[in-house]
């Protein structure tokens, strides 16, 4: 017998960030809070950074920012559930069209001093690498022995990434931009003046440009499309077996391997890896940032800078470009026990961990202080920078029918805290002066705390008449209300492990329906 299924979908997307000037957002702020400003009020579309409360980078932004970024995406599928004896194939297929672009558009606004790297100017369409996959997927499930109580089931499926217009922002010139300087303010009054900074990109004081907020960070912008990418994937590999031992109670254990492949890396075309030729070793100073204490670990940090002749936004041009050391794997196991709803109640428990293998984890780091998005193809994106850690996750759940249409349920799950590292501030550079990097691999060190959560539902079924009837609800989150430790900062210096974050306390929801 044939279940077969076809079907299709059309998805246009856009994510387009505007981003005002931040003397006008400035502005628009003091109004609300202290009524009108003067006209002649600008606080600079700029932002200035101090380190210690010495002046360090000046931060130059183009904004306003009002960017187009499109996607076109279009696939069709094809499913057939086929049941042959005691076997059952579950078989796919699906072809998808993934058109990634920028239109034509202009930004004709200017706003020195932040417009200076970044003058109003009109750009041509930007076309991404377009995408057509096919890709097979092959499932089963056998019936062992040949009574419905142990089933073995597995197979293999492969999952495209979809163009997600992040990465045609890459290419799109008219993105929001911040450009870093080096900041001299000859007079220490703490507020940038005329001639403190040279503006031009390819001058002295400068040290990168990067797009705004993508991902939570920036990526390095002005970048090109890139005519030989390939679209990146996933295929997955899995395999269960499931016994009723016993009536309405069954166990299952199941493993699942997958591997991306085509993983992109950020490479930049005007300064290629091996110009990064110039070793800059710097003592680890362990985690309170400071040298020759008794917390150093007895360990250099090198990282690379590159010569003078590559730097500048004339060399700084950015392609994503696909990279198989880049490829990620991850092996998973799971043990379930379930016994079903019988008797007013119902019970399921799990224990499952993962293994990860993250050769260059994204985000590495920071470089003259804008964040990485993607692992750029440069030596200090590889410098410890591997994710070869195991998380894990139990789950309990209970649920139980009392007379009167009331019901109660629980859940318990221990999860296992986030593994950290810590990084570290490094100097010395001539084009990079400074570098934020990680002093050691994830979970080397450094790890939160496990999680342990209880969640309590209680609900009461009222039955108005016939075919109607309304539901009052009581979820309490938290119930024990842990407060266990969700966050903290990883940054060697005198706020390394200051707690960020906890678990949000114990809250309470009460909800209503009605059915009719």
């Known amino acids: 017998s044939h279940d077969i299924k076809v079907g299709g979908e059309y998805m246009r997307r856009r994510s387009d960030r505007l981003h005002i000037s931040r003397a006008e957002t400035w502005k628009v702020a003091q109004e609300i809070n202290f009524g009108d400003v003067p006209a002649s009020y600008d606080s600079g579309n700029y932002q200035l950074q101090f380190r210690n409360g010495v002046a360090n980078r000046f931060i130059?932004?183009?904004?306003?920012?009002?960017?187009?970024?499109?996607?076109?995406?279009?696939?069709?599928?094809?499913?057939?559930?086929?049941?042959?004896?005691?076997?059952?194939?579950?078989?796919?297929?699906?072809?998808?069209?993934?058109?990634?672009?920028a239109p034509e558009q202009c930004r004709i606004t200017a706003d020195p001093p932040g417009d200076v790297a970044n003058p109003g100017r009109c750009w041509d369409k930007v076309q991404m690498k377009v995408f057509n996959s096919f890709v097979p997927r092959l499932h089963a499930a056998y019936d062992l022995t040949r009574d419905g109580k142990t089933v073995?089931?597995?197979?293999?499926?492969?999952?495209?990434?979809?163009?997600?217009?992040?990465?045609?922002?890459?290419?799109?010139?008219?993105?929001?931009?911040?450009?870093?300087?080096?900041?001299?303010d000859n007079n220490n009054n703490g507020e940038y003046e005329t001639g403190e900074v040279n503006l031009d990109p390819n001058g002295?004081?400068?040290?990168?440009?990067?797009?705004?907020?993508?991902?939570?960070?920036?990526?390095?912008?002005?970048?090109?499309?890139?005519?030989?990418?390939?679209?990146?994937?996933?295929?997955?590999?899995?395999?269960?077996?499931?016994?009723?031992?016993?009536?309405?109670?069954?166990?299952?254990?199941?493993?699942?391997?997958?591997?991306?492949?085509?993983?992109?890396?950020?490479?930049?075309?005007?300064?290629?890896?091996?110009v990064y030729n110039i070793p800059i070793t710097n003592a680890d100073p362990g985690p309170d940032g400071v040298l020759r204490t008794g917390d150093d670990p007895g360990r250099t940090i090198t990282y690379y800078?590159?010569?003078?002749?590559?730097?500048?936004?004339?060399?700084?041009?950015?392609?994503?470009?696909?990279?198989?050391?880049?490829?990620q794997?991850?092996?998973?196991?799971?043990?379930?026990?379930t016994r079903r709803l019988t008797n007013r109640w119902y019970?399921?428990?799990?224990?499952?961990?993962?293994?990860?293998?993250?050769?260059?984890?994204?985000?590495?780091?920071?470089?003259?202080?804008?964040t990485i998005y993607v692992n750029t193809v440069d030596p200090n994106a590889e410098i410890n920078n591997d994710d070869n850690t195991t998380e894990w996750i139990a789950r309990m759940q209970g649920w139980y029918a009392f007379p009167w249409d009331i019901t109660t349920s629980i859940n318990y799950e221990h999860r296992s805290g986030e593994p950290q590292r810590r990084t570290v501030i490094l100097t010395g550079g001539r084009q990079i002066p400074q570098i934020t990097l990680p002093a050691e691999e994830f979970g080397a060190e450094w790890r939160l705390p496990n999680i342990n959560l209880v969640d309590l539902n209680v609900q009461k079924t009222f039955?108005?008449?016939?075919?109607?009837?309304?539901?009052?609800?009581?979820?309490?989150?938290?119930?024990?209300?842990?407060?266990?430790?969700n966050a903290r900062t990883m940054q060697s210096g005198p706020a390394f492990g200051t707690i960020t974050g906890i678990l949000l306390s114990r809250s309470a929801e009460v909800a209503v329906s009605y059915r009719f």
């Not at 932004?61 to 559930?81: G, H, M, R, V, W």
């Not at 089931?153 to 870093?180: E, P, S, V």
């Not at 016939?466 to 979820?475: C, H, K």
Request: charged share 15%; net charge neutral; glycine share 8%.
């Open 463 to 485: 039955h108005v008449r016939q075919g109607q009837s309304a539901t009052l609800r009581l979820n309490i989150f938290n119930l024990l209300n842990a407060n266990t430790l």
């Open 152 to 184: 073995l089931k597995g197979g293999w499926g492969r999952f495209m990434l979809m163009r997600y217009t992040d990465q045609t922002q890459i290419a799109n010139h008219n993105q929001a931009n911040l450009t870093t300087y080096l900041w001299h």
């Open 60 to 101: 130059a932004f183009n904004y306003p920012a009002e960017p187009t970024d499109l996607e076109d995406y279009t696939s069709a599928y094809i499913q057939d559930s086929w049941k042959v004896g005691s076997l059952t194939l579950n078989l796919g297929a699906r072809f998808a069209h993934d058109n990634g672009y």
């Open 305 to 327: 800078d590159f010569p003078a002749a590559y730097a500048g936004a004339n060399f700084q041009t950015p392609m994503l470009v696909n990279d198989s050391a880049a490829n």
């Open 204 to 274: 002295a004081d400068y040290l990168s440009t990067a797009q705004a907020g993508i991902g939570g960070g920036g990526t390095t912008s002005l970048g090109i499309p890139n005519p030989d990418e390939k679209q990146p994937g996933t295929d997955e590999y899995s395999l269960s077996l499931e016994r009723e031992v016993k009536a309405n109670l069954a166990v299952r254990v199941s493993g699942i391997y997958s591997k991306t492949f085509n993983q992109h890396r950020l490479l930049n075309t005007k300064r290629p890896y091996e």
């Open 329 to 337: 794997s991850y092996k998973s196991a799971e043990f379930a026990v």
């Open 347 to 370: 019970m399921y428990g799990s224990y499952s961990f993962t293994k990860k293998h993250i050769p260059m984890v994204p985000n590495a780091g920071t470089q003259t202080g804008v």
